[in-house]
């Protein structure tokens, strides 16, 4: 069984860079799924794509991040890594990664504060 699991500091400083970090689990990084993302939930809102990883490290982002965005592997560690930068409060949300067969970590709560 595939296992996803985010980690990373949860509270972060306006105009910092914000850096999470995704352990796989269970299956390889490599073979187990094509695209690996991450998605965000901020207070009271819905479901945010932020971006994708694909085998060969293709990557996608959401232009709603205005470029802030990075996302990286490191397969020997079987993670994938999510950068944001110059990071301001409305970047506070629950941040999930997840493969495109279903699996998603349980989420991190990332808050932006001085």
């Known amino acids: 069984q595939v296992q996803l699991q985010e980690s990373g500091p949860g509270l972060v400083k306006p105009s910092q860079t914000l850096s999470l970090t995704c352990t796989v689990s269970?299956?390889?990084?490599?073979?187990?799924?094509?695209?690996w993302s991450w998605i965000r939930q901020p207070p009271g809102k819905g479901l945010e794509w932020m971006g994708a990883?694909?085998?060969?490290?293709?990557?996608y982002y959401s232009p709603s991040q205005r470029g802030r965005t990075s996302i990286s592997r490191d397969t020997s560690k079987n993670q994938f890594t999510l950068q944001l930068s110059s990071v301001t409060p409305e970047d506070t949300a629950v941040y999930y990664c997840?493969?495109?067969?279903?699996?998603w970590g349980k989420g991190t709560l990332v808050t932006v504060s001085s």
């Open positions: 269970g299956g390889s990084i490599t073979t187990n799924s094509y695209y």
């Open positions: 997840a493969d495109d067969l279903g699996h």
């Open positions: 990883i694909a085998n060969g490290d293709r990557t």
